[in-house]
Structures are given as structure tokens and as C-alpha cells.
Nanobody, 122 residues
Framework: QVQLVESGGGSVQAGGSQRLSCAAS????????MGWFRQAPGKDRESVAT???????TYPDSIKGRFIISQDNAKNTLNLEINSLKPEDTAMYYC????????????????WGQGTQVTVSS
């Protein structure tokens, strides 16, 4: 089992920055892959950043350059820095974790936090 607790959300003006954190605990095998997702009202949940235990990061093309995912292994913390915030970044942001599975070595996100709200005003 893996437990995840997000923090750092809030209200911010467009153009600003926000740093989200996720405190992780539990089985290390279940945390080989960690990521951030977001879900805006009326929209599907989408991945915004992923990091593997070897340090490999992945971002969708639409976000690349503004979001930075990082991991502090000593503190068991996953971070997400969001820069040049836009109103369309307003969403609930979720931390997720899971093992790497299958012949294609894909992340399998089995564990989810409760989410932290980010609201961007214009």
C-alpha cells in the first residue's frame, strides 16, 4: 500500500507560479512511478507530469516547459512546479503512484491522493 497526501494548492493570478507537494509513504515498489494529474470541472482527468525511479520524466506536449516534476527521495516528497499559470490551469491536482508493469514497462497508477485545488484568476 502507498499513501499520498497533496499540499500547496490555492488561488493565484495568471502569470504566477505555484508549487505543489505530495508526501508519500508505504511500499517502495508501489512508488516506482509517480505522477501528477489534473481534472477541471466537466473535463476528463489528464496527466501533466510523470517521473520514474530512474529519474526519467514525461510531460504532455501541451504542457512541456511550464511544469516541472521533481522528487526528493530523502523526504519522500514529490513536487510539481507550475510556471506562467493560465486560467485554464484551474483544476484539482492529484498525486498518483504505482509500479512499472508489463513487457512495455508502463506506469500503472494504482494509488491516488485526495487532490489539491489550484485556481488561477485572470
Amino acid at each position: 500500500q502507498v499513501q499520498l497526501v497533496e499540499s500547496g494548492g490555492g488561488s493565484v493570478q495568471a502569470g504566477g507560479s505555484q508549487r505543489l507537494s505530495c508526501a508519500a509513504s508505504g511500499d517502495t515498489y508501489g512508488r516506482r512511478c509517480m505522477g501528477w494529474f489534473r481534472q477541471a470541472p466537466g473535463k476528463d482527468r489528464e496527466s501533466v507530469a510523470t517521473i520514474r525511479d530512474d529519474g526519467t520524466t514525461t510531460y504532455p506536449d501541451s504542457i512541456k516547459g511550464r511544469f516541472i516534476i521533481s522528487q526528493d527521495n530523502a523526504k519522500n516528497t514529490l513536487n510539481l512546479e507550475i510556471n506562467s499559470l493560465k486560467p485554464e490551469d484551474t483544476a484539482m491536482y492529484y498525486c498518483a503512484a504505482g509500479p512499472i508493469m508489463g513487457s512495455f514497462q508502463q506506469c500503472s497508477f494504482l494509488y491516488w491522493g485526495q487532490g489539491t485545488q489550484v485556481t488561477v484568476s485572470s
